[in-house]
């Protein structure tokens, strides 16, 4: 790894906490107030963290192109995120699909990004998702996945590298793997 970092990506909405889903769709909370933690998610940040994994969230927020959600509440949730879990950095796209940028998954630019800030491995790294949007931007950075499955989830659109019902699984398997 000459000096390289692993690192551990995590989508937010249905990974780290959790997801409002209305009419079977997931949404994000809309303020600090709806924001609800994952079980077993403080706990498994902290154990990848004490084994040398980086821990990144990766997130796509269009509402706020959209109008839907304020730049501001979006950072005050990721202020509180950043204040209570083992949390090494987050990265954000704003934009809406229509935008062709770079950043949003299932584009790889924002995974790109944390390894050039960060100076990780990607091939060492592991992406952790509940949408095919995740496991493509994983896949395409070179990244091995893991699939979060849920009842009402998105059908995938390229295999992940394991499906898993939770962080704290994943957490679990990754950790098995350095041993």
């Known amino acids: 790894m000459d000096g390289l970092r692993r690192a551990v990506f995590l989508d937010r909405d249905g990974v780290v906490n959790q997801s409002l889903v209305r009419n079977g769709k997931p949404y994000p909370p809309s303020c600090l107030e709806e924001l609800v933690i994952l079980p077993g998610v403080p706990e498994a940040l902290a154990k990848l963290r004490a084994e040398g994994y980086l821990c990144i969230v990766i997130t796509?927020?269009?509402d706020v192109a959209t109008g839907v959600q304020s730049l501001a509440e979006v950072e005050r949730i990721h202020a509180y995120l950043r204040d209570t879990l083992?949390?090494?950095d987050i990265f954000t796209c704003y934009h809406v699909a229509s935008h062709r940028c770079s950043c949003r998954k299932p584009r790889p630019g924002m995974l790109l990004s944390a390894a050039r800030r960060h100076a990780i491995a990607l091939s060492q790294s592991f992406m952790l998702g509940d949408r095919?949007?995740?496991i493509e931007a994983g896949k395409a950075a070179g990244c091995k996945t893991f699939f979060i499955y849920w009842d009402n989830h998105e059908p995938l659109t390229v295999d992940?590298?394991?499906i898993v019902p939770s962080l704290a699984h994943a957490g679990e398997i990754i950790l098995g793997l350095n041993k």
Do not use: A, M
């Open 60 to 62: 796509n927020q269009p």
């Open 86 to 88: 083992f949390l090494d």
């Open 132 to 134: 095919w949007r995740d």
């Open 160 to 162: 992940p590298d394991y």
